[in-house]
């Protein structure tokens, strides 16, 4: 893989407030909010006439919100108007896509600047035709039509990982666990409650009432309790990202004309993209998806630096498995290793490897075409030190990455950061 | 806007039989067919160890197919897996959003070789839901919910034209014939038959039925009668382009890669792209579209080449309107001119100035998100001299030119051909 023929800096980064926002907000709006806080974010200020070109990432408007053809629209609402405007799909790594492309376009010298949105707003539909609306990212003739909406796909993933590795479903409520952590600490996220104020809560509203009151230890009890419901075994509710509508943008800019902007760019120094079959009985294994070791591969070649380099991630967290695999399969730790990693405490905000301080899919939300360019957002702000409340992390971080998978894994997105 | 860092070379391009598909056939079915056609184009042969990257147009196969995620699904059928695969979308000009990506990303110099495609299947809707799926292309706040699908936006900028310059329903009746002639003689078109052969079986089969044959004496009569019904005002059932399954593909590559393929490769010197407001209400003019405009100057401008060094162009007549348009936003002609050097026979095949040889939408059909790959199939097969039946064009074209239009004008791209 080549290096890129120009550096593609990130100069600004922001979003919506990311929660049940529709009908009080559509993508418009959203993107609009999530356009003005990344203005605010670039040091020198930006402007309609500093940008060259929209990139919209966006899974299902098609679906969601019989909307199709977002580009010229969103590019219209901030000023963009005649520039170029396109929308970029690959399920819910639509804007990891928009982002990779963006990239590409900088390092080419067609564009100097580039907007790159990632808009998605579920909760138009009723949940049962959301679960219907992403089971399109599946193979329809073979996966769908059985039934096997992404919840269960991802249960087959984690039932065979247990199988293989014995991972044990506690393991994966430390991920729940720890997001829900994280994510009570951003404020642009839709849950800001740990599992563990949620109990107390819980606890505290049944007192009220005078119900017997569960006599939960802690979040694992709670967890394996009748409060967190089986969805597909071995998955609970929570094991599950939310329904979201949010929007993010990002500026990004070539090395020459970034400096105009700001004195103190991310560099963005590896892209890679990888591919799978849809159906996951097209591929050789249930518990790794090459999709993501073809995208790190090619990021980690084009950075020129490994896996233990990286000092913070973002990863896919669609269902708390889908980040113990992105741990195991970026590289970060070996295959059957990652579950022991997240019970010691590594990818805590403090932990030697924090992993999806944003709160992730799971906690900060995961509306699906925005989320490659949310997780960009966060690790803009952990790089820049203005992460909101107590999560910024503690040491400066100068080299980070961010996994974006679509589907079941048929697509990856893999970004790496450095200062 | 800038030089490509690196030419890229159209190697191989090839497209499925355009018509009514369905069921025999879906994406996947059509997507193979193109890809081997293309195959068959290269001169030294291609596999797919030599393909890079597999980038797909396609509108909304979530209406259509209720199948999101075509990037690895399309990539998978044809050995690209894992590479990396995306889906772009413009409304009806995805797959020259696709091309136009595709010639960035060679000269940004991250992939040698891409597969680029357009796939859409529309028969798998009824024809009401067709209209309803191409009309959230439109703006789905104001123009949708008005009732004002695509004939209806179409004609009324058709009859803002005939107010401004004094266009008539015969003029477009003019485009309508001529892609018609040139469609007969496109194997792969959707319909081959000119409207005059029309007549003659229609007058044949009366007169076999013992009905009173109708007395037309040339096409205009016929298409002024009721065998041409009215849609919306001035537009008549053959001003509108057809309900098409179809796919098409098309092999880019690096220069210092394309010789490896051939000795005859087609440059693409100049790529442009330009959106607008999606809605008519938010537009300066009903009468020029400002996207095309935008397009064809940056595309000019890349290539070096003026409006009058082009030889042959395919343009987007998704509305025999369109036709008259595009000839006008690209230069070709001045506003409110297009509609005599129609009436002339400039733009038939052996014009001055040949427009849609391969039958246009009109006639070869308009499968959405195909269209502007196919677009770049015709050029390829003129630049080439291999055009099927009687439509190559006499003259040798080293200057071409394709555009693809999206929506009623919201997205635009425009590509330039030499050899």
Same mark, same amino acid.
């Given at each position: ?29 959203? &993107?609009?909010?999530? &356009? ?34 977002? @580009? ?47 808009? +998605? ?8 035709? #959301? ?53 009570? +600490? ?29 006599? &939960? ?49 991310? &560099? ?25 070791? +073809? ?5 980690? +070649? ?28 970026? @590289? ?26 944003? @709160? ?16 960009? #957002? ?28 679509? @589907?079941?894994?048929?697509?990856? #997105? #893999? ?5």
């Amino acid at each position: 893989m080549a290096k890129l023929a120009r550096k593609v800096a990130l100069i600004g980064a922001g979003m919506s407030k990311f929660g049940r926002n529709f009908p009080l907000k559509r993508n418009p709006d959203m &993107w609009v909010e999530a &356009w003005l806080n990344a203005v605010g974010t670039v040091d020198n200020g930006i402007a309609p006439k500093d940008v060259d070109a929209c990139y919209v990432g966006n899974y299902s408007s098609d679906l969601f919100n019989h909307q199709g053809h977002l @580009g010229p629209q969103m590019a219209n609402l901030v000023g963009l108007t005649p520039k170029p405007a396109s929308r970029f799909e690959g399920a819910c790594a639509s804007s990891g896509i928009a982002l990779r492309q963006a990239v590409i376009a900088i390092a080419s010298g067609i564009h100097d600047v580039i907007a790159v949105s990632g808009v +998605e707003c579920m909760n138009e539909l009723p949940t049962a035709l #959301v679960t219907d609306t992403l089971a399109t990212a599946s193979d329809a003739l073979f996966e769908y039509p059985a039934g096997a909406t992404f919840p269960g796909l991802y249960a087959t993933i984690a039932t065979a990982h247990f199988h293989k590795y014995g991972t044990t479903a506690e393991d994966l409520m430390h991920v729940g666990i720890k997001n829900h952590i994280n994510g009570a +600490e951003n404020p642009y996220a839709q849950m800001q409650q740990s599992i563990k104020d949620m109990m107390a809560s819980k606890k505290a509203r049944y007192q009220e009432e005078g119900r017997d009151v569960p006599d &939960w230890k802690d979040e694992f009890d709670f967890l394996k309790s009748s409060s967190n419901p089986m969805i597909a075994y071995p998955l609970r509710l929570f094991d599950c990202s939310l329904v979201t509508d949010g929007a993010a943008c990002l500026f990004l800019a070539a090395e020459d004309v970034a400096k105009k902007f700001t004195d103190s760019p991310i &560099w963005i120094t590896g892209t890679g993209q990888g591919s799978a079959a849809l159906s996951l009985h097209d591929r050789d294994s249930l518990t790794s998806f090459i999709a993501t070791r +073809e995208a790190s591969r090619q990021a980690y +070649e084009m950075s020129g630096l490994k896996p233990r380099d990286i000092q913070i991630a973002e990863v896919h967290d669609c269902f708390t498995i889908a980040e113990i695999l992105a741990m195991e399969d970026l @590289g970060f730790y070996e295959k059957g290793k990652a579950a022991e990693a997240v019970r010691n405490g590594e990818s805590k905000r403090d932990g030697v490897l924090p992993i999806n301080t944003s @709160g992730g899919l799971k906690s900060k939300g995961h509306p699906v075409g925005a989320t490659g360019a949310a997780q960009a #957002v966060e690790i803009f702000k952990q790089m820049r030190g203005i992460a909101e409340r107590n999560r910024q992390v503690k040491i400066d971080v100068t080299r980070a990455l961010t996994h974006n998978l679509g @589907g079941s894994g048929g697509t990856c #997105v #893999v970004t790496i950061y450095e200062k």
